[in-house]
T-cell receptor, first 117, second 113 residues
Framework: EAGVAQSPRYKIIEKRQSVAFWCNPI?????LYWYQQILGQGPKLLIQ????????DSQLPKDRFSAERLKGVDSTLKIQPAKLEDSAVYLC???????????????FGPGTRLTVL | QKEVEQDPGPLSVPEGAIVSLNCTYS??????FMWYRQYSRKGPELLMY????GNKEDGRFTAQVDKSSKYISLFIRDSQPSDSATYLC?????????????FGSGTQLTVLP
């Protein structure tokens, strides 16, 4: 079974530039998550999708971050404009959970390491 | 105060040692308790999962939960160099229609051959 795919793996941009990350979840997984992991910290949930609908985006800085999941499969996370404090690893995860209430394991991708100069 | 506090490490032990990794939490609503392992440049992978107080064993790994003290631990017996990684505790509570995961900050473990 193929895992969660993310691209690019690394990205370096200057502050105020925009950047986009792509995630392809495991086939058949209904729930998709984006996390931000700052160096030395645990992952922090940014947004959760159930199929192509947003379940929770309470911790997403909506003035600069946006995310979409078209057709309930792939997802993109965008930052515009980027700030220095956005430097982090952005992790995508997916799970089988079709209702958002199950106890299904979250499978993580390798992440995209973003450096903002 | 953070909802989940984890011993920061780093921790360095000789091969074969018993390792103890610990987290405390403040939110009584947490229902499920997990340990993830994260190798360098990789995403976290689930190691252990439990939802009740007590011990759960899986090979060389034992997860312990004490809900009365809001304390969880992961024990690694006969530690191996391949166990060298960052270990993250995570906890979840059902919030609305979403099961939220809250992670600790991670403990970096190095097992020396």
């Amino acid at each position: 079974e193929a895992g969660v795919a993310q691209s690019p793996r690394y990205k370096i941009i200057e502050k105020r530039q925009s950047v986009a990350f792509w995630c392809n979840p495991i086939s058949g997984h209904a729930t998709l998550y984006w996390y931000q992991q700052i160096l030395g910290q645990g992952p922090k949930l940014l947004i959760q999708f159930q199929n192509n609908g947003v379940v929770d985006d309470s911790q997403l800085p909506k003035d600069r971050f946006s995310a979409e999941r078209l057709k309930g499969v792939d997802s993109t996370l965008k930052i515009q404009p980027a700030k220095l404090e956005d430097s982090a690893v952005y992790l995508c995860a997916s799970s089988l959970d079709r209702t958002g209430q199950g106890d299904y394991e979250q499978f993580f991708g390798p992440g995209t390491r973003l450096t903002v100069l | 105060q953070k909802e989940v506090e984890q011993d920061p490490g780093p921790l360095s032990v000789p091969e074969g040692a018993i390792v103890s990794l610990n987290c405390t939490y403040s939110n009584s609503a947490f229902q499920y308790f997990m340990w993830y392992r994260q190798y360098s440049r990789k995403g976290p992978e689930l190691l252990m999962y439990t939802y009740s107080s007590g011990n759960k064993e899986d090979g060389r790994f034992t997860a312990q939960v004490d809900k009365s003290s809001k304390y969880i631990s992961l024990f690694i017996r006969d530690s191996q160099p391949s166990d060298s990684a960052t270990y993250l505790c995570a906890m979840s509570v059902l919030s609305g229609s979403a099961r939220q995961l809250t992670f600790g900050s991670g403990t970096q473990l190095t097992v020396l051959p």
